[in-house]
């Protein structure tokens, strides 16, 4: 008996110390493969992210991966320039926000007269390529300077800042344009706001939060934040009061439609100041249940400025933040935290030594992780000029019934059933694809996956191509534009990490209209060889390996 049991225990300690073990990347880790220390020769102030999970980077440079830009560039999601975005010699001022559309082209706006040569003033908007979309075209555009531009649900574009015209029409600090650039004179502010305006927020209502350096609106008291209706009026029914302390950089909204403001406050002091607070969707009350604590710095660290400028608020409703600061609520967080969604510090999300300096911006890519940018030179005390891409939760996406696994060079699989249902449902006009693309042969090297996969039933412009080292997860995406066919698809995935698990699945996609996950296959990155196939498609699969 004793030797039995003895036995048993050898294979169990066998079997443990043979099965792979492998590390996955943990929230606010750097992403060590994005290409942030490329050699840009200044600073990166702003971002924004496409429908292809492309970045576009304004800033203060002249060069990215050693080739020339004028301050603005697309990059793709591990940091490589884009080509097929060339905007010439850019803007000749300063670019103090971006937006991008649904069809890809992007509004700049901020304080310049010519774009790549081009005359136009403060705001332009950019083909997918990068070029001037003559199209628009804003006459005159402000007698100032634009701070923020965003799209609202219509399709038609708002821009705030500070001026009192625009292309000769009276329009104090705010003003509504359609999409050919020209002004919509059925919004009217009035007299408006008395400064600045710098921040916008279109609610779900249609009715549009602002917050700046201004004190009333139309004459009525409005400390540095307000709301007004769709056609530009004050909505006298929201009332912040005279509790914000701060001019407000940015705004969020929940999933409650509770508003997240952050601001600029300066300290003489060195105590703790507030930067952060909720108000209220439905009064513009301060929600005191919303519990930040402080955000702080030293006198003499930086300066005796500390500020939150950038702002994300996640699906989870947490809330990224980043500024200039070096800690929240009595944590050490340079530049960068997490917070829950009641405003306390979410201990998960660690960036330990954070950036050398400050984050000015804060985007998201699809699959969760998070893009930083800013004035710095290391993050968490790795090299990381101006822009970093960071680990953010696993992205749970929607499963299929089947999930296979094979291993390279040895052929195996075994079925489960997901309990996470799809609910993939299109919020848009385009029809969704039916059916779901059949992924029945994946070839395997040691940093490569080639997939075979079926088309969907009806015509699909675009595959979604999802891979990651999560399960039912998505870390890496990748659209093709494969079209419709008859005929089996391929798809080639690189540079991928050697004797390392990844899950992979593909869906059709019709513009806004994502169709449902197909099977799931999992792999293991190791000697070369057809890793999985199954003879349920007319192909006759090529061999590359």
Not at 236 to 262: C, R
Not at 266 to 286: C, F, H, K, M, P
Request: glycine fraction near 8%.
């Amino acid at each position: 008996m004793k030797i039995q049991t003895y036995v048993w225990v050898l294979c169990l300690l066998y079997i443990f110390l043979s099965f792979p073990t492998f590390a996955f990347a943990a929230p606010a880790d750097l992403d060590s493969t994005f290409n942030s220390s490329s050699g840009i020769d200044g600073q990166i102030v702003h971002t924004a992210v496409d429908s292809s999970d492309h970045i576009i980077i304004y800033g203060y440079f002249s060069t990215y991966d050693s080739l020339n830009f004028s301050g603005l560039a697309r990059i793709d999601k591990d940091g490589l320039i884009d080509p097929s975005f060339d905007p010439g010699t850019s803007a000749n001022g300063t670019v103090e926000a971006l937006a991008v559309q649904s069809d890809r082209k992007v509004i700049i706006a901020g304080d310049f007269d010519s774009f790549d040569g081009d005359s136009i003033i403060d705001i332009a908007r950019l083909n997918a390529d990068g070029s001037l979309d003559s199209s628009f075209d804003p006459g005159l555009s402000s007698n100032g300077i634009i701070y923020d531009v965003v799209v609202l649900q219509s399709g038609k574009i708002l821009v705030a800042g500070q001026f009192s015209s625009f292309n000769s029409i009276s329009a104090n600090n705010i003003v509504l344009l359609n999409q050919d650039g020209s002004v919509d004179t059925a919004f009217d502010v009035a007299t408006g706001p008395n400064e600045s305006v710098k921040a916008l927020l279109e609610q779900p209502d249609g009715k549009i939060v602002i917050g700046g350096n201004f004190t009333t609106f139309n004459a009525q008291s409005r400390q540095y934040l307000a709301r007004i209706e769709s056609d530009g009026s004050l909505d006298t029914s929201f009332i912040v009061g005279s509790s914000i302390e701060f001019p407000v950089y940015s705004l969020a909204l929940q999933s409650t439609n509770n508003i997240i403001f952050v601001g600029l406050f300066y300290n003489d002091s060195g105590v703790e100041d507030i930067q952060i607070g909720r108000l209220l969707a439905d009064t513009g009350t301060l929600d005191s249940s919303f519990n930040p604590g402080g955000v702080a710095t030293d006198p003499g660290y930086w300066s005796n400025t500390v500020s939150i400028e950038a702002l994300k608020v996640l699906d989870t409703d947490q809330i990224l933040i980043g500024g200039q600061f070096r800690e929240y609520n009595l944590v050490t967080r340079n530049g960068i935290a997490r917070l829950q969604a009641d405003g306390t510090l979410d201990t998960v999300f660690d960036p330990g030594t954070g950036v050398d300096y400050a984050v000015k911006s804060i985007s998201l890519l699809s699959n969760n992780q998070i893009i930083i940018a800013g004035n710095y030179y290391t993050y968490n005390d790795s090299a990381s000029v101006s822009i970093s891409k960071l680990e953010g939760d696993p992205l749970v996406e929607q499963g299929s019934d089947e999930e296979i696994e094979v291993s390279s060079g040895n052929n195996s699989s075994s079925g489960f059933t997901s309990s996470i249902s799809n609910v993939n449902t299109p919020s848009c006009s385009d029809s969704t694809p039916v059916g779901v693309p059949d992924l029945f042969q994946v070839d395997v090297a040691s940093d490569r996956a080639i997939l075979y996969f079926s088309p969907v039933n009806t015509p699909a412009p675009n595959y979604l191509v999802s891979y990651s080292q999560y399960d039912n997860a998505f870390q890496h995406s990748v659209f093709t534009n494969q079209g419709y066919s008859s005929g089996a698809l391929v798809f080639t995935i690189d540079e991928l990490q050697p004797n390392t698990t990844y899950f992979m699945k593909v869906r059709g996609q019709n513009g806004c209209a994502p169709g449902h996950w197909g099977n799931q296959v999992k792999i293991t990155t190791a000697k070369k060889g057809v890793a999985y196939y199954r003879p349920v498609y007319a192909f006759s699969p090529i061999r590359l390996f």
